[in-house]
């Protein structure tokens, strides 16, 4: 995984002013690709793969969308959260006011304190960026 040294820039962090490594991301791997390529490990096309992968993620939101969690095995869990501002009375707290969002969390599968999805990273400097 490479990565890049950048500098903080949000005057109201602590760490305002520090450096810190940021992952660089080459780029975006579209639903095609990834139906393709996992469809050559398998005896189904592209197609058929991205037909049962579409309705998986249509099943996924919509259970994500009633407050359930989603755990897909060896991937991790999903689950939605609520972004909002705190009050001092909770007979004042109005969700159309103080509702800011709704984040998505995911947590990474994990077996006997090894996360796979972690296994085997490395770390190695963008050396086409200069700061």
Known sequence: MKYRIKKET????????????VAVHNQTIESRQLFEEAARHMTISGGVLEG???????????????????????????????????????????????????????????????QPLYDGITYEKDKTFSE
Do not use: C, W
């Not at 309705?55 to 919509?62: G, I, L, S």
């Open 52 to 114: 049962m992968m579409m309705t998986v993620a249509e099943t996924v939101r919509r259970h994500l969308q009633m407050g359930d969690k989603v755990r897909l095995r060896d991937f991790g869990l999903m689950k939605l959260e609520i972004e909002s501002d705190k009050v001092d009375d909770p007979k004042t707290f109005r969700a159309n006011k103080h509702i800011r969002g709704v984040r998505l969390h995911f947590i990474p599968e994990s077996y006997e304190g090894s």
């Open 10 to 21: 949000k005057p109201t962090l602590k760490t305002f002013g520090k450096y810190k490594a």
